[in-house]
């Protein structure tokens, strides 16, 4: 598995905060814009039609893209995909909104999943659920969380670009030395605390895991799975109140166990780059982490383990964070066009190569049973726990207030975290904004 650029790595999990505002500003540039169309209807006098597409990679990811366009541009003649944007993917959103507000926009831009929700509220963004119903597209293998990444009240309105999963990385020298058995599937989160305590010499600077400490997405996103597994959910079934208010607290309670054992390294730079560095140094034993981070722990000389993530119930359970190519309408030959663009993209044999090439799980089943996905599988030591873990993964909900509760529930971890506040006390503070955010009609 190649590396995966750094713009989609970490920062894939970053929410952007200004969620709120960017949707208002989205929702009234397009109302002002109307059905307003990009530079132009992108036909040139041979009939070729231009596709512009925002991607926000870089390094190994945009030679993936750039190798993916150049074959499409070979079977299909008639469409050319130019790639641009000149941002990096944490940035897309604010420029796709101030893009739809002045009525120039792309054919197809990288959105985050947590974002979609507020950029399908442009009239636009293009409804694909036709297409993705329809042959070759293979929409019923893709994985449960890769659909609904994508689907906004019943409708797709993106398809699937990158597929992660979260399992624990452990450095196999450290627990030798300290005599420990390396976990197994099946563990439990007291095992996961009583295991990072034990790999934990306050003096030597050595720490038994580590935890993003600066409230953004990368920290609430360890989060979910333990919610998730005691019984909570993001958004109550009534859509007014948040659906973890006990589970969360029974969640924070491991964080504080962790903070209060001195075992966890809290990062306190966006991205988790100091945290990945102190694993890659030799000095945490276990690392909460994605398939993204593959990469640098071998060139780390790492000599690593992977496991699936503990649980409360012994249930198998996992967080998947899609990201998505998200469709904009400039009129019925562009548009045409990106659709023909993505559909061809979400194929087995395309989505195989942009897989490895960008660091992807494969999106479908389709495309894991493929002999180069398996291949990829056999020379990469724990990818194929990533692999499987997307059977029992569950995604976030494709909510506009998501970024909201979020932001809300990332302070009740820091706050633990920290030791700033009991994990009742940052639960109810968490519980007060996130409500509130529910509260604001959309």
């Known amino acids: 598995m190649q590396a995966v650029s750094r713009s989609a790595r970490p920062a894939r999990r970053a929410v952007l905060r200004?969620?709120?505002?960017?949707?208002t500003a989205l929702a009234a540039g397009t109302a002002a814009s109307g059905c307003a169309a990009g530079r132009d209807d992108g036909v040139a006098a041979d009939g070729t039609v231009t596709?512009?597409?925002w991607h926000g990679q870089t390094d190994t990811g945009k030679k993936a893209l750039e190798s993916l366009v150049a074959s499409f541009s070979r079977s299909h003649p008639r469409i050319h995909v130019e790639l641009g944007g000149g941002v990096l993917a944490d940035a897309m959103l604010q420029k796709v909104t101030a893009a739809l507000a002045a009525g120039s926009y792309p054919d197809i831009a990288y959105v985050f999943g947590s974002d979609l929700a507020s950029v399908a509220r442009s009239p636009q963004v293009v409804d694909l659920t036709?297409?993705?119903?329809?042959?070759p597209t293979p929409w019923s293998s893709y994985w449960v969380p890769a659909r609904e990444a994508v689907t906004v009240n019943g409708r797709v309105r993106a398809v699937p670009a990158v597929l992660d999963s979260l399992a624990v990385v452990c450095n196999k020298k450290l627990f030798r030395?300290?005599?420990l058995p390396l976990p197994e599937a099946g563990w439990r989160w007291d095992d996961f605390v009583a295991t990072a305590k034990a790999l934990t010499d306050t003096g030597g600077g050595r720490f038994g895991t580590g935890w993003p400490g600066v409230g953004d997405e990368d920290t609430v996103w360890r989060l979910w799975p333990m919610i998730?597994?005691?019984?909570?959910?993001?958004?109550?079934a009534d859509g007014k109140h948040i659906g973890f208010g006990d589970t969360g607290t029974r969640a924070l309670e491991v964080v504080a166990r962790l903070a209060r054992d001195r075992s966890v390294y809290v990062d306190p730079k966006t991205g988790s780059e100091q945290m990945y560095q102190v694993f890659m140094s030799g000095r945490m034993a276990m690392a909460v982490t994605g398939p993204w981070q593959l990469p640098d722990i071998r060139q780390a000389k790492i000599d690593y383990h992977v496991v699936p993530?503990?649980?409360?119930?012994?249930?198998?359970?996992?967080?998947?964070g899609p990201d998505t190519w998200t469709v904009f309408d400039n009129g019925d030959a562009r548009r045409k066009a990106a659709r023909t663009f993505v559909s061809w993209l979400m194929q087995p044999a395309q989505d195989v190569r942009w897989d490895i090439g960008a660091g992807s799980l494969p999106l479908s089943r389709s495309t894991r049973d493929l002999p180069g996905w398996r291949r990829e599988e056999r020379g990469t030591e724990g990818l194929g726990v990533f692999t499987r873990a997307l059977d029992s993964a569950r995604v976030r909900p494709v909510h506009a207030a998501y970024p909201q509760i979020s932001q809300a529930l990332g302070q009740a971890v820091v706050?633990?975290?920290?030791g700033r506040s009991s994990p009742a006390g940052a639960m109810r503070a968490c519980a007060a904004d996130a409500n509130a955010a529910l509260l604001i009609p959309r």
């Not at 993530?309 to 998947?320: C, D, H, V, W």
Request: cysteine-free.
């Open 177 to 179: 030395q300290a005599g």
């Open 309 to 320: 993530l503990p649980t409360f119930s012994g249930r198998p359970m996992t967080i998947s």
């Open 228 to 236: 998730w597994d005691l019984g909570g959910d993001v958004v109550a």
């Open 130 to 135: 036709d297409m993705v119903e329809a042959a």
């Open 415 to 418: 706050a633990v975290l920290l």
């Open 18 to 23: 200004a969620g709120a505002g960017l949707a």
């Open 51 to 53: 596709v512009e597409m």
